[in-house]
């Protein structure tokens, strides 16, 4: 789970803000779950797990992340990892301004209530050596558009080089998401059709 819905005026000018506010409304409202999505995300799953292989060994930490009502479910690949000798990763929300803590999931882990409706596990922080990054939309040269509270731009500044890799489905592609100085592209998208590498 993430923090949703807030938005973050201090960061952006607010042309910019409210073109970032109306796409996600846009994106919000049209959130459904069509014919065929459990099938997308059983298959952008499988993708996900090849991509962690590919990139990092077992035994690395990978952050993931509890979905929220709406969301792209990854509690099946948080299985599939710990099953590969991963440990999982999942994001704790802090107050508004500073970057995510990531705690050690397992199965069967106590789930604790967070901010923004969010859960974390209640298991050590650990930092991670991985990870996936979610998104509301997204565009070939690596920005996405998120809930709009900063929170992963910071988190990722402040992992820098931790590889970090976007999900999300095919559909979430826009021609260009609205961009700001505060903005981090990601390098890599995986959808349920192809991994994008990004800016390329």
């Not at 990763?89 to 199965?107: A, I, K, S």
């Not at 731009?153 to 489905?169: I, K, N, Q």
Request: proline share 12%; with cysteine.
């Amino acid at each position: 789970m993430v923090a949703p819905h807030v938005s973050s005026p201090e960061c952006d000018p607010p042309v910019l803000a409210a073109a970032k506010a109306e796409l996600r409304r846009r994106l919000m409202a049209g959130r459904a779950h069509p014919a065929g999505a459990a099938h997308a995300h059983e298959t952008l799953s499988r993708r996900m797990l090849g991509c962690v292989r590919d990139a990092v060994p077992a035994g690395a930490a990978v952050a993931a992340v509890w979905p929220l009502p709406g969301e792209i479910d990854l509690r099946a690949l948080c299985a599939r990892l710990h099953d590969h000798g991963y440990q999982v990763l999942l994001p704790e929300t802090p107050p508004r301004g500073q970057p995510l803590r990531f705690r050690l999931w397992h199965p069967g882990a106590r789930m604790v209530p967070g901010r923004f409706r969010t859960a974390h596990p209640d298991g050590p922080a650990a930092r991670p050596d991985f990870v996936f990054v979610p998104l509301l939309a997204f565009d070939r040269r690596g920005f996405r558009l998120g809930y709009g509270g900063g929170y992963y731009d910071r988190t990722l500044a402040d992992l820098s080089p931790v590889p970090a890799m976007g999900y999300g489905l095919a559909a979430q592609e826009v021609p260009e998401v609205p961009t700001g100085r505060h903005d981090i592209p990601l390098p890599v998208v995986v959808t349920e059709r192809e991994t994008i590498r990004c800016g390329a």
